[in-house]
């Protein structure tokens, strides 16, 4: 197992992280948290080089994609950089990518009810909405507590006492989140227990994906 402690804060630097094999070739990914090794809850970056792809495989408890760079395709489509999919519980795909293609990828944590199918370009100007202070957001998915959004953080930009109960999760795609402990660069990935308290804040336009009750409870664990 891979950080599979969720009371515990994990911050891992994906850009400077070593990439490691699949099961198919050309296909490569750096492991955030891992319950088995090939199977059962996954959350990690992967990377398909270019005339790649990965045998038809099915998704017993959904997989949840951010494409971060180059076009990822399947039987169903193609989806370029900054396309948000989730493939619910039950369903299968043959992915590949032709020009290569790099992601980030959450396997086997939806809820066994959530069969919503999603398909969303962040890059769109449509579908943002002025969040708390000056933030802006783009709602990607709510279910049963879990909600996940893009978050466009604006410079200067700081809050006070932030926590989420069941936890938070956030990808820092462009800028540098920041907060009392510490500086997060793009390709910081961070995972905040069940009311973790923090004050975040930005020196400079910042990107985010984030996502928030979905960390086992604590009497759960």
Same mark, same amino acid.
């Given at each position: 197992m891979l950080n599979m402690q969720f009371d515990q804060r994990i911050i891992i630097d994906t850009l400077n992280s070593d990439w490691q094999s699949s099961p198919s070739s050309g296909v490569t990914r750096i492991p955030l948290s891992r319950e088995?090794?090939?199977? /059962?809850?996954? %959350?990690?970056?992967?990377?398909y080089d270019a005339n790649?792809? @990965?045998?038809e495989h099915d998704h017993p408890l959904g997989e949840e994609i951010l494409v971060l760079s180059g076009t990822l395709s399947d039987e169903h489509g193609d989806y370029p950089a900054g396309t948000y999919l989730r493939n619910p519980p039950g369903s299968s795909h043959s992915p590949y990518s032709r020009e290569g293609c %790099? !992601?980030?990828v959450k396997l086997h944590q939806f809820s066994a009810n959530d069969h919503h199918s999603v398909r969303i370009d962040t890059k769109s100007d449509e579908g943002w909405i002025d969040a708390q202070g000056h933030l802006k957001m783009l709602p990607l998915h709510e279910f049963n507590g879990e909600q996940v959004a893009m978050i466009?953080?604006?410079a200067g930009q700081? @809050? @006070?006492?932030?926590?989420? @109960?069941? /936890?938070e999760e956030v990808l820092v795609l462009e800028g540098e989140y920041r907060d009392e402990f510490g500086r997060y660069p793009a390709g910081t990935w961070i995972r905040n227990p069940h009311m973790f308290e923090y004050n975040p804040f930005a020196e400079e336009?910042? !990107? !985010?994906?984030v996502k928030v009750g979905h960390l086992p409870y604590p009497h759960s664990l």
């Open positions: 088995h090794e090939e199977r /059962g809850h996954a %959350t990690s970056i992967v990377k790649s792809h @990965f045998p %790099t !992601l980030f466009r953080w604006p700081h @809050f @006070f006492s932030i926590s989420h @109960f069941c /936890g336009d910042t !990107l !985010l994906w």
